[in-house]
């Protein structure tokens, strides 16, 4: 059994660019739909490199002091 990179039934159409159109099951839909993960993965690990490098220049600065405390009296 072959995955279906489609399998939920979502595409793109762009309606002034005829080349971004991924409703057909062709090889080059496949390539767009590709990039655009690939794309989108290297932004979410840029975003959390970024995020990391800060944490340390405020640790650094001692201005992090990380996630506040939630102290509660309830008890399961």
Do not use: H
């Not at 650094?60 to 939630?70: D, L, T």
């Amino acid at each position: 059994m072959v995955a279906c990179p489609n399998r939920k039934g979502a595409s793109i159409k762009s309606l002034k660019d005829t080349w971004l159109d991924t409703s057909s099951n062709n090889p080059y839909s496949e390539f767009l739909r590709t990039v655009m993960a690939g794309v989108a993965q290297l932004e979410r690990d840029l975003t959390k490199q970024r995020q990391k490098e800060g944490v340390q220049i405020a640790k650094q600065k001692g201005k992090y002091m990380g996630r506040a405390k939630q102290y509660t009296n309830n008890k399961p």
